[in-house]
């Protein structure tokens, strides 16, 4: 073992085309082993929980808290996925926190849902239960120079991200994305048959929080009597998973955001030329509009929930408004607030 790791060391002095052939390899490996986490699970929860469903017909999950339900009535839920830089879905940034917290004050009729995270089939965090856990507590509160360890948190999520859009494992994953979902929802408010009203749920998300919210979009429409609307804040997807399932899909595109056009770039269903995937006939037929939010970047202080103050534009209202309230802006006209949607232009 001594000898091999010495000789090995003694190789990489070599140069740095080594030591990023080396680095390649590590990626690759880690790519071939990460979908064996959702296989786990699968076999020791998913089968249980998902179960071989006999009958194709939507049902709503039974709630057993019932009786410590708010009042006030609730007609959508706002499942917030987060991007891959997260270490938790309890992890949001003051801009994210600020973002829902507008949200539930300008529209009471629905119920934010921010604790699922989006790349656990389990729906757990990094530092739970796993082998890993403490080099990803590591990476997550590393400080100074060591900080550049944060981004073994991001590959491993884009991993996952990968296995979400993969048509071997990705079924797996967003059904255990889905379940999540539902339970998280059910425990921020139970959930109940609509009524008068049908009952919404829309899924936002960012980065590649967008592609799993796509993938489990299938699920919930299937499992629930819900209408699913999907609202991607610069997001990255396949262009394959959730656009038959979702009545709309809303994609919003900062200027200045070079991250959210790699998905039409590495995706092949989102070339021009494939005109029979899924993301283009929800384009043709109305359901797929992108709508342009200003100057944001893709993340950090000017990114679409940043605290950094926005330049002045043509249509800003008075005040010195913030990167995310832009975006809030447009989020708050977008047509998933009523009953019946209809699709706008992007200004």
């Known amino acids: 073992m ?27 490996v880690w790519g071939t082993v990460s979908p064996v986490g959702t296989l786990i699970w699968w076999l020791n929860e998913g089968a249980e929980t998902l179960g071989f469903r006999k009958s194709s017909a939507k049902r709503l999950l039974p709630s057993d808290r019932a009786q410590g339900a708010p009042g006030k009535p609730i007609n959508c839920y706002i499942v917030f996925l987060t991007g891959v830089g997260d270490f938790s879905a309890n992890q949001l940034t003051l801009g994210e926190e600020y973002f829902l917290n507008q949200l539930d004050q300008a529209h009471p009729d629905c119920v934010t849902v921010r604790d699922v995270f989006p790349y656990s089939a389990a729906n757990e965090s990094l ?24 981004m073994l948190i991001q590959i491993r999520n884009l991993w996952r991200f990968a296995i979400s859009a993969d048509d071997r494992y990705g079924p797996l994953y967003n059904q255990g994305i889905a379940t999540a979902i539902i339970d998280r929802m059910n425990a921020a408010h139970p959930i109940t048959p609509a009524t008068q009203r049908p009952l919404k749920i829309i899924l936002m998300s960012t980065s590649g929080g967008t592609q799993v919210s796509l993938g489990a979009a299938e699920y919930l429409d299937q499992w629930l009597d819900t209408k699913v609307l999907v609202v991607s804040v610069g997001g990255v997807f396949s262009g394959t998973d959730g656009f038959e399932a979702a009545e709309r899909v809303y994609h919003l595109q900062g200027k200045r955001d070079w991250v959210e056009d790699i998905g039409q770039v590495v995706f092949p269903s989102r070339w021009p030329w494939t005109v029979g995937s899924p ?5 043709w037929q109305g359901r797929y509009s992108v709508h342009n939010t200003g100057p944001h970047d893709h993340d950090g202080p000017k990114g679409y929930f940043g605290e950094a103050i926005a330049p002045p534009g043509p249509t800003q209202k008075a005040g010195q408004p913030k990167y995310v309230d832009l975006t809030l802006q447009v989020v708050n006209q977008l047509p998933i607030w009523t009953d019946s949607p209809t699709d706008q232009s992007a200004p």
């Open 2 to 28: 001594f000898n091999f790791v010495g000789r090995l060391l003694l190789w990489l002095r070599g140069g740095s085309l080594k030591l990023l052939a080396l680095a390649g390899i590590i990626l690759l």
């Open 127 to 150: 530092g739970g239960r796993r082998l890993l856990a403490p080099v990803w507590r590591f990476a997550d509160n590393a400080d100074g120079w060591l900080r550049a360890a944060n």
């Open 279 to 283: 993301f283009h006939q929800a384009q």
